[in-house]
């Protein structure tokens, strides 16, 4: 009945065990930056968990090696490319990004406030929403895609000008009833398979799912550059990709839904370091 | 019933036409978590029922258990318990009932419901990210069912 051969069973004994646990090691950025990769968990959470982890920890030993040096971190080519955009003038305005906000640097301080309320506008706005924003109307210029190239690089030079700063949106006043929506769709089982994001990363997050380890899935990390298409990932086309395997009909990146989830699920991880441009397979 | 299906087996008329009346998705009659009636009235094949279990394509149960007898299979998850034993601790009639919708006998479980094609939120084609269309089905056919059943049942160690 056992099928097993010589070969199969060497096979077997050398592939790497499936390890339950969260690793435990310590993230410093570029030997300088110590980053907060696992935390007490925020107020709103601490119902459902004692404390919150980057995705970090669920990942192999050569992967989180990447993201511990700019020079071995492949996201770091688009963060590069995104400087030039940057600095480049476009649009009928005749403006670039640093034309009004100096160089990226000067950024360092944004990425973890979003998504947020905007008063003006009387809307959540995420990172997104708020570059195709200034494009448009400050620059004149076209708006990019939601999750294309430009965008994502973007984000990721955004993120990456405040590693090391703590994940802090805000969850009360105007932007509240956005979140309680996100988490609504959070704990909402989709599809045919009937799973939530909780199931996966509230309720087994250290657990494998066939070849998979199960993180948190926080996003405190995103845009993150995968080995699997090496190429940035935006967190709305993380969550496309996970409500797909529910066997469910998606929302869209750039839908309402998706911009209370982001909302939802970066207060999660409020406290956590932005990583952006984290690693991953 | 059960007499028919004898007579038949020991009559050689052992064919799909004598059975057509397969219980569908919407009609299986749960006793507390448990279905006693056959989905077909034909006996389960084990060995399909193991490939299932173990194939990404079809029950794929090894994404969230680990079975021993199938150690050729890499990768087995650990969100639900091993089914070692299962074949022990569960009869058959039980067994149908958690592989057909194991909400019904584990309150709220992760466990997705392999027979069963009404009650989703959002359902889609397959993991394509559309929408489900007319060939919406259940994750498994009614005999796919019994052969996983019938699989599980040799698992009593």
Redesign the interface.
């Known amino acids: 009945m056992m099928r097993l051969t010589g070969a199969l069973l060497a096979v077997l004994l050398t592939a790497p065990m499936a390890s339950a646990d969260p690793v435990d090691d310590t993230l410093i950025l570029n030997g300088e930056t110590e980053m907060v990769t696992r935390t007490a968990a925020p107020d709103h959470v601490s119902d459902a968990m004692d404390e919150v982890l980057s995705g970090w920890h669920f990942r192999g030993t050569e992967t989180r090696a990447m993201q511990e040096d700019d020079f071995d971190n492949p996201g770091m080519i688009f963060v590069e490319k995104a400087e030039d955009t940057w600095n480049a003038v476009e649009g009928s305005e005749d403006k670039s990004c640093a034309s009004c906000h100096g160089a990226s640097d000067q950024m360092a301080g944004v990425r973890p406030t979003y998504p947020k309320w905007n008063e003006e506008a009387g809307e959540v706005r995420t990172l997104e929403m708020q570059v195709n924003d200034c494009r448009k109307n400050r620059m004149g210029a076209e708006e990019w895609k939601y999750t294309g190239a430009d965008m994502v690089n973007m984000t990721a030079l955004l993120a990456s000008v405040s590693r090391g700063l703590p994940m802090d949106v805000a969850i009360d006043g105007p932007a509240q009833s956005t979140w309680e929506q996100g988490k609504e769709l959070y704990y909402t089982r989709f599809g045919q398979l009937e799973l939530s994001c909780a199931n996966c990363h509230e309720d087994n997050y250290g657990n494998m799912i066939r070849a998979d380890h199960l993180s948190q899935g926080q996003i405190n990390g995103f845009p993150v550059y995968r080995l699997k298409n090496t190429k940035l990932n935006a967190a709305h086309d993380r969550f496309k990709g996970c409500i797909r395997d529910t066997r469910a009909e998606t929302f869209k990146p750039g839908s309402e839904e998706f911009i209370a989830l982001e909302l939802y699920v970066a207060s999660r991880g409020n406290g956590l370091s932005v990583e952006g441009p984290a690693v991953r397979n | 019933m059960r007499v028919t299906i004898i007579t038949a087996i020991a009559t050689g008329l052992f064919g799909s036409a004598v059975f057509a009346a397969e219980v569908v998705p919407t009609e299986v009659a749960f006793t507390d978590g448990a279905v006693e009636q056959s989905l077909t009235g034909v006996a389960g094949d084990p060995a399909n029922g193991r490939s299932i279990v173990g194939d990404?394509g079809q029950g794929?149960c090894?994404?969230?258990h680990q079975v021993s007898?199938l150690?050729?299979v890499?990768?087995?998850?650990?969100?639900g318990p091993m089914l070692d034993g299962a074949g022990y601790r569960w009869n058959e009639s039980e067994l149908r009932g958690i592989v057909v919708n194991a909400k019904m006998l584990f309150e709220g479980s992760?466990m997705?419901?392999f027979y069963k094609t009404e009650g989703?939120?959002?359902?889609?084609?397959?993991?394509?990210?559309?929408?489900?269309d007319d060939t919406?089905g259940p994750?498994l056919t009614a005999q796919e069912v019994e052969d996983v059943v019938a699989y599980l049942s040799t698992l009593t160690e």
């Open positions: 990404k794929n090894v994404a969230c007898d150690a050729d890499p990768f087995q998850g650990e969100i992760m997705p419901a989703f939120t959002r359902p889609g084609n397959a993991y394509t990210g559309n929408a489900a919406f994750l």
